[in-house]
């Protein structure tokens, strides 16, 4: 189901195999930052679920700030919470079983917090 709903909503930026848009670091002549990779090349794994949940939801122009820029859309009332799981769960699916292991221990620190 998470990689149907990528296909659909996420892939057409993000990219078909999570590799997201070349030079994803650098910010283009307007200002924004190309779609990063979410597969093991990428940072995705370095944030944990929550934070990945509300990025989703939310949008990154929404909680980077006043005039962050970006150009990754909140799906709220596009995605309902069980499709932002679902997409989250596709996406770590796809990752090496070291970065599982990795992503599993930063949620568990991050509800230690």
Not at 35 to 49: I, L, M, Q, S, V
Not at 74 to 85: F, M
Not at 86 to 96: E, G, N, Q, Y
Request: net charge positive; aromatic share 8%.
């Amino acid at each position: 189901r998470g990689g149907k709903i990528y296909k659909a909503s996420c892939a057409v930026c993000h990219g078909p195999n999570l590799e997201g848009q070349p030079n994803w670091r650098e910010r283009n002549a307007e200002g924004y930052l190309p779609a990063p990779p979410h597969d093991e090349t990428g940072h995705t794994w370095h944030h944990a679920d929550p934070l990945l949940f509300e990025l989703t939801k939310a949008g990154l122009a929404n909680l980077g700030g006043p005039g962050y820029k970006s150009r990754m859309p909140a799906y709220d009332g596009v995605l309902n919470d069980e499709e932002i799981i679902a997409v989250l769960s596709f996406i770590k699916s796809r990752w090496p079983e070291e970065l599982r292991k990795r992503h599993d221990n930063l949620n568990k620190s991050a509800q230690r917090r």
